[in-house]
Nanobody, 127 residues
Framework: QVQLVESGGGLVQAGTSLRLSCAAS????????MGWFRQAPGKEREFVAA????????RYADSVKGRFTISRDSAKNTVYLQMNSLKPEDTAVYYC????????????????????WGKGTLVTVSS
């Protein structure tokens, strides 16, 4: 069973940083486009960041651009989300997701297009 497991969430103060990790259970994920999404209480799931299978292309939601950085370590089958200058409005459950396609260039930014999802990790930012 293919799995994505997120970690690194927690309770932090505004202005600080966190790094989320998403570990994939199989090496095939090293070439899949992947992304981070989040869902705040009472809101719909929204796109945060995406990275191509080769790691050379990235895209961010306007709300996190300049503060968050997505990256991947293919040797470790892991995708990261470095979150700096956190704000209370960043509070949400963060999910990583993967699109099952062997493509080193394409970015996937829509949740309905993703094939695999982790269970999420909670990030709470206090003011």
């Amino acid at each position: 069973q293919v799995q994505l497991v997120e970690s690194g969430g927690g309770l932090v103060q505004a202005g600080t940083s966190l790094r989320l990790s998403c570990a994939a259970s199989e090496p095939t994920f090293s070439t899949y486009p992947m992304g981070w999404f989040r869902q705040a209480p009472g809101k719909e799931r929204e796109f945060v960041a995406a990275i191509s299978g080769g790691g050379g292309n990235t895209r961010y939601a306007d709300s996190v651009k300049g503060r968050f950085t997505i990256s991947r370590d293919s040797a470790k089958n892991t995708v990261y989300l470095q979150m700096n200058s956190l704000k209370p409005e960043d509070t949400a459950v963060y999910y990583c997701a993967a699109k099952a396609v062997w493509d080193t260039i394409v970015l996937v930014t829509t949740s309905y297009a993703m094939d695999y999802w982790g269970k999420g990790t909670l990030v709470t930012v206090s003011s």
